[in-house]
């Protein structure tokens, strides 16, 4: 059974960082890309950024692009979201999600059960 556990999340100010870690387990995922969404109140679940885990392309939402560094550890089968220069509009459920597939938006097959981020002003 494919399990995505996810950690690192809490309450940051403005300025600050933050590391999540995205622990996958319960098959092998070389073939898969691990991506980051989020999701805040009111809002839809919104892409943030993406990595496969074979040959470790990126890719990331033009909002986090120079701020959140998306990185993998195939030892440790765990993905990681460095999140530097946080915003109170970073603010949501941070959620990582596994696909088999080319989109690097849509198509996850598998997702965890979200961790908290909240950036006070």
């Known amino acids: 059974q494919v399990q995505l556990v996810e950690s690192g999340g809490g309450l940051v100010q403005a300025g600050g960082s933050l590391r999540l870690s995205c622990a996958a387990s319960g098959r092998t995922f070389s073939s898969y890309a691990m991506g980051w969404f989020r999701q805040a109140p009111g809002k839809e679940r919104e892409f943030v950024a993406a990595?496969?885990?074979?040959?470790?392309?990126?890719y990331y939402a033009d909002s986090v692009k120079g701020r959140f560094t998306i990185s993998r550890d195939n030892a440790k089968n765990t993905v990681y979201l460095q999140m530097n220069s946080l915003k109170p509009e970073d603010t949501a459920v941070y959620y990582c999600?596994?696909?088999?597939?080319?989109?690097?938006?849509?198509?996850?097959?598998?997702w965890g059960q979200g961790t908290q981020v909240t950036v006070s002003s």
């Open positions: 999600a596994a696909t088999l597939g080319s989109s690097w938006y849509v198509g996850y097959d598998y």
């Open positions: 990595i496969r885990w074979s040959g470790g392309s990126t």
